[in-house]
Antibody, heavy 120, light 108 residues
Framework: EVQLVQSGAEVKKPGESLKISCKGS????????IGWVRQMPGKGLEWMGI????????RYSPSFQGQVTISADKSISTAYLQWSSLKASDTAMYYC?????????????WGQGTLVTVSS | SYELTQPPSVSVSPGQTARITCSGD??????AYWYQQKPGQAPVLVIY???ERPSGIPERFSGSRSGTTVTLTISGVQAEDEADYYC???????????FGGGTKLTVL
C-alpha cells in the first residue's frame, strides 16, 4: 500500500524555526515527485511546491518562494518542509502528497497532515 | 497569477445529480483533477486527467470538459458524498500547479 506518513502537530512561537517531515512507503520514493499543500483554518488548498527526491529538483509556487524550503533525503524516503522564522500567519494544516510529475499532475495519496500552530 | 474559479456551494437532494464546475483560461491546454475532502480528513483524488477515475472511486463520479470549463458530475448523490470538492490544474506553461477555491457540496 502506498502511504505517506507525516510528523506530528507542532506548536511554535513567532520567530522560531521548524522542519516537518513526510515519509513515503509502498512505492519507489525516487520515481515520483512529492508536493506540499497548505490549508489555512477554514480555507481552501494552496499549492506550495514540489520536489523530485531522485535529484532534489525543486519548484516553488511564487506565493511561497523564499518563505519556505522544501528538501528530501532519498536514503530514508522522506521529504521535508521547513521555515527559518515562523509567523502567526503560518498557522495551518500542511499536507504532503505524491505527485505524478510533468505529464500527469495528480496528487495521490495524501499524508494525514501536520497541524502547525504559531502563537505567542 | 492564474486562477481556477469554482462556485462556493452546490446543494442537491439524495439521488439527484450534482454538477460542480471549474473555470480557467488554461484548462484547454492542461488536464484537470478533482479532489474530495471530508471534514477533518485529507483530500482524496476522485478524477484525474479530466475524466479518469482512480481505482476504488465509485462510478457515480465522472468528469468532463468543454472549452475553459471542466465539470465534476456526481450521479445519484448519496449522503456520504457531502464534502468539499477542489479542482486542480496548472498554468498554461505547465510550470505551476493551481487549485480552485473549493465547492462545498451539501446533500439536503
Amino acid at each position: 500500500e502506498v502511504q505517506l506518513v507525516q510528523s506530528g502537530a507542532e506548536v511554535k512561537k513567532p520567530g522560531e524555526s521548524l522542519k516537518i517531515s513526510c515519509k513515503g512507503s509502498g512505492y519507489s520514493f525516487t520515481t515520483y515527485w512529492i508536493g506540499w499543500v497548505r490549508q489555512m483554518p477554514g480555507k481552501g488548498l494552496e499549492w506550495m511546491g514540489i520536489i523530485y527526491p531522485a535529484d532534489s529538483d525543486t519548484r516553488y509556487s511564487p506565493s511561497f518562494q523564499g518563505q519556505v524550503t522544501i528538501s528530501a533525503d532519498k536514503s530514508i524516503s522522506t521529504a521535508y518542509l521547513q521555515w527559518s522564522s515562523l509567523k502567526a500567519s503560518d498557522t495551518a494544516m500542511y499536507y504532503c502528497a505524491r505527485h505524478g510529475g510533468n505529464s500527469d499532475k495528480w496528487f495521490a495519496p495524501w499524508g494525514q497532515g501536520t497541524l502547525v500552530t504559531v502563537s505567542s | 497569477s492564474y486562477e481556477l474559479t469554482q462556485p462556493p456551494s452546490v446543494s442537491v437532494s439524495p439521488g439527484q445529480t450534482a454538477r460542480i464546475t471549474c473555470s480557467g483560461d488554461a484548462l484547454p491546454k492542461q488536464y484537470a483533477y478533482w479532489y474530495q475532502q471530508k471534514p477533518g480528513q485529507a483530500p482524496v483524488l476522485v478524477i484525474y486527467k479530466d475524466y479518469e477515475r482512480p481505482s476504488g472511486i465509485p462510478e457515480r463520479f465522472s468528469g468532463s470538459r468543454s472549452g475553459t470549463t471542466v465539470t465534476l458530475t456526481i450521479s445519484g448523490v448519496q449522503a456520504e458524498d457531502e464534502a468539499d470538492y477542489y479542482c486542480q490544474s496548472a498554468d498554461s506553461s505547465g510550470t505551476y500547479v493551481v487549485f480552485g477555491g473549493g465547492t462545498k457540496l451539501t446533500v439536503l
